[in-house]
């Protein structure tokens, strides 16, 4: 097993285990109680004894009676000891898989989310606000910054109501400061709230997975490289800002944007003669393909410090 899926299933089950445990204190200290004990045993004995029945194709509507007020009773006394029966059931951070991370024989959405919070290193996506595509907040920025990101936001906002229905390689350049991860991470969110699963990468940590992938035994490459290209979104940040690792950085940044069916966000510093020189002309070509790539230019003072 790949090492980020051992730390996600560490996580899941950390989580699970605290849940089931807090669940089983809970049932302890209910049991502590003479007459909740008394009240518990007997509602057990009758609901055995119900199904014997049952099995039998006997009438049961005296024993479901005397069960009904039993276990009224037995609800009543719980909430005198202060819990109630929500309390008796674990408390799982996933209802879907109960913190097991299969649901329905397939791998759970949550654990792609741990995944990929694991793969990120718990680096936070900027931008975390509630529908910031649709109300960016204007008002604290400058005329100029202001009519250049009214028309950034309504870009953005299209390409993530028509998602995944967007050109494959989506790029921001623009000087370091102007909001582009900002912008790349307002996007994401609004995915996430559709139901999208967003990868969010700094490329210093996405080059460290290129490297890993390198390295990584064969049988275990495929499951390396895996969540980079299964994310609905992947979005690598501040292209650039990652040494160039011989065999590994270009090459393998090269195969992701080739074998990825579904679109890239890219943030970079780089204008397009420097990404042009850095990456060599197949991966420059690929981010100027314009049937499939666009490339949008963020000028703009600084949003993010507006914002703080
Ligand atoms: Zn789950």
Redesign the pocket.
């Known amino acids: 097993m790949a090492d980020y899926l051992e730390r996600a299933y560490r996580i899941?089950n950390e989580s699970r285990d605290s849940a089931l445990d807090a669940a089983r204190k809970v049932r302890e200290r209910l049991n502590e109680d003479p007459l909740f004990a008394s009240l518990e045993s007997e509602c057990r004995k009758l609901a055995f004894e119900k199904a014997r029945l049952a099995s039998q194709n006997r009438d049961i509507s005296t024993l479901n009676a005397k069960y009904e007020e039993l276990s009224a009773r037995r609800a009543k006394r719980m909430e005198e000891l202060g819990y109630s029966a929500a309390d008796l059931k674990p408390k799982?951070?996933?209802?879907?898989?109960?913190?097991?991370?299969?649901?329905n024989g397939k791998d759970?959405?949550?654990?792609k989310k741990i995944v990929y919070a694991v793969l990120s290193e718990g680096q936070d996506i900027p931008c975390g606000e509630e529908g910031f595509l649709t109300r960016p907040r204007l008002d604290v920025l400058t005329a100029d910054a202001r009519d250049a990101y009214k028309k950034l936001y309504a870009l953005l906002n299209r390409y993530a109501l028509s998602f995944p229905e967007v050109k494959k390689i989506y790029t921001l350049t623009g000087a370091v400061g102007v909001g582009k991860s900002y912008a790349a991470g307002a996007v994401s969110h609004a995915l996430m709230r559709r139901g999208f699963s967003v990868l969010f990468l700094n490329a210093v940590r996405l080059n460290e997975i290129f490297l890993e992938y390198h390295l990584a035994p064969l049988h275990l490459k495929q499951s390396v490289f895996a969540p980079l290209t299964e994310a609905d979104l992947l979005v690598v940040d501040d292209l650039g800002a990652e040494p160039l690792l011989n065999n590994v950085t270009v090459n393998y940044l090269y195969s992701l944007l080739s074998e990825r069916t579904k679109p890239v966000m890219i943030t970079t510093n780089l204008d397009a003669e420097a990404l042009k020189a850095r990456y060599t002309d197949r991966i420059f070509s690929r981010l100027l393909d314009k049937k499939n790539s666009k490339i949008i230019n963020v000028a703009g003072s600084d949003l993010r410090l507006k914002e703080r």
């Open positions: 899941l799982f951070s996933c209802e879907l898989c109960g913190d097991t991370g299969k649901a759970c959405v949550c654990l």
